[in-house]
């Protein structure tokens, strides 16, 4: 995926450094684009780069916490 945006930019004759936003599992791609080609990224910005085990986990985490939440108001 990360080549088939580098073939985009150079058919849009994007010559500047740029900036990529990835976000999710997206930042595979946009971590691969900036490790093949640093010349061209002027910034590497993720989101939310969290894989399935850990939203997994985060979700248990949240549960948990509106349960003593709960125990706590009962």
Do not use: F
């Amino acid at each position: 995926m990360a080549g088939d945006i580098r073939a985009l930019l150079h058919h849009l004759g994007v010559q500047k450094p740029i900036t990529i936003v990835s976000h999710d599992l997206g930042m595979l791609v946009g971590y691969a684009y900036a490790s093949l080609w640093p010349d061209v990224v002027a910034r590497l910005m993720v989101s939310e780069a969290l894989d399935s085990g850990n939203r997994r986990l985060r979700k248990r985490s949240r549960d948990d916490q509106v349960q003593r939440e709960q125990d706590l108001v009962l």
